[in-house]
């Protein structure tokens, strides 16, 4: 009994002291953790260069050393970035940032941004590869303005820091939707003196020229035509009768592309005898929205009208709801042509467009910012003598081909774009890069487009990049793509803003 007493006061009394000890312990572990969490800030890095904003879970900043901001499918083209710059010398390159909403969510914006990559670091590898050794090599990098460009800020204010040593930024390239978001970035980037090259940027009011405020960005180039050169384009290719025309236009404001689209289409349709007929899409244009509802009633509307051809001004979420509704109309037994600007590039890899619509006696063409058929030879379709080459084309093709372990796709365009975008950029580094210098003034670079016409122009796979004074494109060829039955993008014919091809020395005429 007595040993049994001693056993529970003895065993009983050291089990409670160990259990306090270990308690103990595993408090102040405890405490210790909650005090370090609490006193040391969270590490929201990606990688050199690259974090996560307070609130946001995409990665946002500038990167060039082979980092694919979370985004499968750009591992392969960022590894090969990354590659390229880690065979660059410090003090040997100038440095071109590629800026685009790299985190996007949006389908067609994911394959735009691959393929803007790919083409510029196709053109990255011919620059510091296949120029004759022209100094400066070339550094790309990477900066991402988050879903919808909603960070740009951030990424801006990281790219202005880097024009200094060792980065050398000298220019700009990617700025390739026409939202607001883009024009203050535009904007703030030109402010800062830096040079900027728009890949697809086509709005009318992110541009310079004459007038009033003819300078807004200044240093800011582009290798796309404007939403006016579009129709104007359009206009020349299909000879509309504006009796027998209508425009379908977007009602949603602040949009810079739909909103010079729609007033370039407006005035194509001067004594066009009906009223646009208008929608409302989201504010975030790539969500589905109640449009389609309003496309079904829009539909019933056209059928009660003389119209032959659709002007249609809006993105291309909408676009491919109107197309769908537009197969399914009641007036089955006339037939439609359907013509847009640039945005119905992306139909090409929509899953969602009815294809059975375009068997449906309608037709629905775009005004395109290039097409892999262009300045290929076909029979009965003989290359135009001016304004681009199949040489330059090719020479294309053979760049891209390094590019990806997989073909490209090019039948969007946007791979071809960048390219010119890039070659532009690069051309003009190397060309205000002083005699005997490594590398241009940051100033001088912004300078350089004045020049870039005549024998000093950029021979572009797209066609000729001849620069007006405003740096805007002069007379760019503009390729007409019709959407197939089966969904391709069938390239039909290149029209041009002037009417014809441009002269042999491709120099712009004075304006009034």
Known sequence: MADRLRYRVFYTTRQKIVTTVVALAVLGTLIGYAVQRATTPEDRSCAPGVERPPGSAECVGVNGSGHDFGVPSLTEVARAVGRENAGL???????????????????????????????????????????????????????????????WRTTVERLKKMTADPDRLR??????????????????????????????????????????????????????????????????????????????????????YTDTLKSAFTASLKGAPYEPQLFTSPADPTEEGTTANTFRQITHLICDTRAETVFFAGRHTQLRQFINALGARGCAERAFTILTGDEGSYLGADDKLNKAALKAKLTVRYAALAHP??????????????????????????????????????????????????????????????????????ADVATQWPQVKGSLRVEGASGWICLDNFGNPYNKAIPIVELAPDGTQRFVQIAWPEGHAPTDNCLPPRRG
């Open 89 to 151: 010398k410090a003090g040997e390159y100038a440095t071109v940032a590629l800026l685009l909403p790299l985190t996007s969510t949006d389908a067609g914006m994911r394959v735009k941004v691959l393929h803007e990559i790919q083409g510029a670091y196709a053109r990255q590898y011919r620059a510091n590869h296949a120029s004759n050794s022209e100094t400066p090599k070339i550094r790309l990098v990477l900066a991402n303005t988050g879903k919808g460009n909603a960070h």
């Open 171 to 256: 220019a700009v390239s990617g700025v390739a939707t026409s939202s607001t978001e883009i024009r203050q970035a535009v904007a703030a980037l030109t402010g800062a003196g830096i040079a900027v090259v728009g890949t697809t940027i086509t709005a009318d009011d992110i541009a310079n020229g004459p007038g009033a405020g003819h300078n807004r960005f200044p240093g800011l180039a582009r290798v796309s035509p404007t939403n006016g050169d579009e129709a104007k384009a359009l206009a020349h290719f299909g000879r509309v009768e504006a009796a027998k025309a209508l425009l379908v236009q977007d009602t949603r404001t602040g949009d810079h």
């Open 373 to 442: 058929d262009a300045w290929k030879p076909a029979p009965g379709r003989p290359v135009p003598r001016t304004g681009g080459s199949t040489a330059a084309f090719e020479t294309f093709l053979t760049d891209i081909a390094q590019a990806s372990k997989t073909p490209v796709p090019l039948a969007d365009g946007q791979a071809i774009v960048a390219y010119d975008a890039m070659a532009t950029a690069v051309h003009a580094i190397r060309q205000a890069t002083p005699q005997g210098s490594q590398y241009p003034a940051l």
